[in-house]
């Protein structure tokens, strides 16, 4: 490969993806706990959605190098990654939230 | 065929490898692909017109331990990583195999569940959630088999001899891939497991 | 390497036999590629063409009974079907495979093994598609496929199995090419190519290709939800187990407008090429024509529930989609006035592929403007399914992408086969088809506001829509001739046409630097760029050593890409034998295809 990349920082090492590992195995049981502490029933969704997200970005950011890779990998990605939550977003609004005329 | 003999590009305009530019974005389209599916499972919420439901049938302790099992295989698909960069055959030929392994584990598990449902009158056709239910989670485990023999490919090629530091490439793309599937589920468990 | 070397030099002495069948099913070469593709389109265009004056001929007069209203349903629909995803996307797919790495100084595209099997998966998908011809089967939903008409209660038969089944393939072929285009926009410019340095059309085919691999992706869950209704049983869009056809809706539009800018971008960005030639004028605004085309690119997402004003989804998305709809309308109004700025003052020469292009801003501007007719959603009520709507959208896509290719057509196949296309006859086909479109399509205007529904195949003589209607079938039959004309020349001008140099029209960018046409490795000497119109500097020296570098490294043919894509239609073909395991069967041949595929040396 005459191709070697200027713009991207060193990866990190077999020590920082340990403790990414760990990060994301508490993080798994801290969901489930939420899960089954009835007080918490309330504020659950909110919750899991920023612990989920949390660990969907320490695995995108570490594992997957965006932290410390060329911009443009984060662009390709990011880009389409907020278009999937759009439509996720705005097809349960339009399906759940707003009152339909028709149908 | 020698490696010497790969057809290269000159360098490119970006410094950066087209292969995986070219697989960074087709993970872009992936996500819309699952974004799609996570939509129509999250509209058909509580539709199903008879049961079983989500609340009814859903296993979270398994599920949480196929997680847990999927969550460590990205873990050992980094270490292969690490280890193809290092220039070691045997951490390359371990950590390859383990990730593969835990990674069949995750569509032993998933098999288990599929099984279960199953028996307890869960079927695609029986009502929206079924249907929902599992084509998601069939595509992504799909997405999973398809990892597993890629990564078994890979420790061929390191068995062989032919996986040294100059093809650590072929391998972070492969991780590129298999933490994706990672995410996928990350999502899919808060979505569908535990926010019922 | 010694081993580098030598290698380098056997393969720069011959990666393609010459000539034979077989150096076409196994090429790699994005020129070769390309033509495939502008011929596969072509042949398309004929069939779609065809099928247009069959529907013209039924409907010529009221209550005509030339063809019955079944085989009539076969015939919107493939018509439709075809003229978008069989002729529209890779007439432009064409021009991104022949002239984008011309334009951005590379040697092929990123990927050129994958760029062959997008062409084989497509085109294995468009004759899988039109094969139910044969049977008698063809598709009868209409191109959008709208549920419940297209599931399996109210559609028996193949017809829908052969639409959603070869769509699936089609686009499986439009992802990976979108992200080989993006890939090679990204990462094969020339020195000094930046990112604002780069032509419009190759901007075009970036912000084109975005829309693809964001865009395919949507349509192909709503695409496995319908296989999954119909030969699994399932109920996503049914209503009797709890299904909701309005998903089917949301999804399709979702891919469905981001497509419609598929389409129309890629013309823009040849008609950005062609007018700045005719004119000798730079283009004018070329910073805001870049950002507007990503701007329409973008906003194109947030528009699509205005295909559903008719569905009922209240005042609030109504509204919503409403303005997003009327302020996408400003990008695109940006772009027609910098072509009108970029005329302005220039000293214009007038040859058929100039007249396409403004052919399309006058043509182009009238559909957008009855599209903002549209986006007001009490007046959309009343247009929504009448042949108004058909006026407005022929009128985009006609009047825009097929005119627009037009252009890029007479523009570019000097290039291509070192012949000027004939410029008499190209201006008779010019006309008639200009005059024989507007002919065609502006009575439709009429014809839907008094109330003619769309995809109905007769209608009554007391509506007294017979004389706009028989307007409409002269029109039809006018275009018609034009493309006979077109083919005509073609053919002859393949063979007789003038022959001419590197730059014929002198224009400006890159690809007009090298012979046309051009050598397999495009250009001997990878060129520095200084600026947005590299020939049109004066630069005293103009280095142009005639020996190409000693090693140019060129892929070898490979015959894998068209073995997976006989594994796709298998995996997508076996599923009208209705068991479950045996399209596996084209999964296997996939697997086999890319296991080879990754180890396939010289690569």
């Not at chain 3, 063409?49 to 009974?65: F, K, S, T, V």
């Not at chain 3, 395991?581 to 690569?603: D, K, R, S, T």
Request: net charge positive; with cysteine; charged share 10%.
């Amino acid at each position: 490969m005459r191709t070697q990349p200027r713009v991207e920082r060193a990866h990190p090492g077999a020590g920082t993806y340990v403790m990414i590992a760990v990060i994301l195995t508490v993080i798994t049981a801290a969901e489930v706990a939420v899960f089954y502490i009835p007080a918490l029933a309330v504020a659950l969704v909110p919750i899991l959605l920023t612990l989920s997200a949390g660990k969907f970005t320490l695995v995108v950011m570490f594992y997957m190098h965006l932290r410390f890779d060329s911009r443009i990998f984060t662009g390709v990605f990011v880009a389409p990654l907020l278009l999937a939550l759009a439509v996720i977003l705005s097809l349960i609004v339009l399906f759940k939230a707003l009152p339909q005329t028709g149908s | 065929m020698t490696q010497a003999a790969t057809y290269t590009h000159p360098a490119t305009a970006t410094g950066l490898d087209s292969w995986k530019v070219g697989f960074w974005t087709f993970i872009g389209s992936e996500c819309l692909f699952f974004g799609s599916l996570i939509s129509t499972y999250m509209v058909y919420k509580g539709e199903s017109l008879v049961g079983p439901t989500s609340h009814e049938i859903l296993n979270i302790p398994l599920t949480s331990i196929s997680t847990f099992v999927l969550l460590t295989s990205s873990l050992m698909m980094v270490l292969a990583l690490a280890a193809v960069q290092r220039g070691s055959r045997r951490g390359a030929l371990l950590w390859l195999l383990l990730t593969a392994w835990f990674g069949s584990l995750f569509l032993g598990f998933q098999a288990f569940e599929f099984t279960q449902f199953y028996h307890e009158g869960l079927t695609p056709q029986k009502n929206l959630f079924g249907a929902s239910f599992f084509v998601l989670t069939g595509f992504h485990g799909a997405h999973v088999t398809v990892g597993v023999i890629w990564l078994l490919t890979l420790w061929v090629l390191a068995l062989r001899g032919r996986l040294g530091r100059a093809d650590a490439l072929k391998v972070e793309i492969a991780g590129l891939y298999w933490h994706f599937v990672d995410v996928v589920w990350i999502a899919i468990f808060t979505l569908v497991y535990l926010i019922q | 390497m010694a081993i580098t070397k030598a290698r380098a030099a056997t393969v720069t002495a011959g990666p393609h036999a010459r000539g034979g069948i077989w150096s076409w099913i196994t090429t790699v070469d994005h020129k070769r590629i390309g033509i495939l593709y502008g011929t596969s389109a072509l042949v398309f265009f004929l069939v779609g063409g065809l099928e247009a004056l069959l529907i013209r001929a039924q409907l010529a007069r009221p209550e005509n009974g030339f063809v019955g209203p079944e085989t009539y349903n076969q015939l919107f629909t493939m018509h439709g079907t075809t003229m978008v995803f069989l002729v529209a996307m890779p007439a432009a797919v064409a021009f991104f495979n022949y002239i984008v790495p011309l334009q951005i100084g590379a040697r092929d595209v990123a990927f050129p093994r994958l760029n062959a099997l997008s062409y084989w998966v497509f085109l294995f998908g468009g004759l899988f598609m039109n094969s139910s011809f044969l049977l008698g089967q063809a598709p009868n939903g209409g191109w959008t496929g709208y549920v419940p008409l297209t599931g399996p209660r109210f559609a028996p038969g193949l017809h829908i199995d052969f639409w959603v089944l070869g769509l699936s393939m089609l686009g499986i072929s439009s992802i990976l090419g979108g992200v080989n285009f993006i890939t090679t926009i990204i990462n094969l410019r020339a020195p000094g190519m930046r990112l604002m340095r780069m032509p419009l059309f190759t901007w075009m085919t970036l912000v084109t290709s975005f829309l693809l691999v964001t865009a395919m992706p949507v349509i192909a869950v709503a695409l496995i939800l319908l296989i999954f209704d119909r030969f699994f049983g399932t109920s996503f869009y049914a209503p009797a187990g709890g299904g909701d056809p309005v998903l089917w809706q949301h999804l399709f539009w979702m891919f469905g407008h981001p497509e419609v800018y598929i389409l129309i971008l890629p013309a823009f960005g040849m008609v950005s090429e062609v007018i700045p030639t005719f004119s000798r004028k730079p283009l004018f605004g070329y910073a805001i024509m870049v950002y507007s085309g990503i701007l329409i690119g973008f906003i194109g997402w947030g528009v699509w529930s205005h295909h559903m004003f008719a569905t009922g989804l209240g005042p609030i998305a109504d509204a919503f989609f409403a303005i997003a709809t009327m302020i996408i309308a400003i990008p695109t109004g940006v772009k027609i006035f910098n072509w009108l700025a970029t005329m302005w003052g220039g000293s214009l020469r007038f040859s058929t592929a100039m007249l396409f292009a403004i052919g399309v801003i006058a043509s182009f501007t009238i559909g957008g403007i009855s599209g903002i007719m549209h986006s007001a959603a009490p007046a959309d009520l009343q247009q929504h399914d009448t042949y108004f709507v058909v006026a407005h959208f022929h009128y985009t896509i006609f009047g825009g992408t097929i005119l627009g290719t037009f252009a890029g057509i007479y523009y570019w196949f000097p290039k291509m086969t070192g012949r000027l296309l004939d410029e008499r006859l190209g201006k008779w086909h010019f006309w008639l088809m200009f005059l024989g479109f507007h002919l065609t399509f502006f009575p439709m205007h009429w014809i839907g506001l008094l109330g003619m529904p769309r995809r109905i195949f007769t209608y009554y003589d007391e509506l007294g829509l017979g004389s706009l209607n028989l307007l409409a079938t002269i029109g039809a039959f006018t275009q018609g001739v034009a493309v006979v004309l077109f083919l005509w020349n073609l053919l002859r001008s393949r063979r007789h046409g003038v022959v001419v140099g590197p730059n014929p029209w002198n224009a400006a960018t890159l690809e007009w630097s090298i012979p046309s046409p051009p050598p397999e490795y495009n250009f001997a000497v990878i060129p520095e760029v200084h600026s947005r119109e590299p020939l049109w500097e004066r630069r005293e020296a103009t280095p142009a050593p005639p020996a190409p570098e000693p090693a140019i490294h060129l892929p070898p043919p490979s015959h894998w890409p068209i073995v997976v894509a006989f594994g796709v239609l298998l995996t997508f073909g076996l599923f009208l034998a209705n068991v479950w395991w045996v399209p596996l069967g084209g999964v296997a041949l996939v697997a086999f295809g890319v296991m080879n595929w990754a180890f396939e040396p010289g690569h």
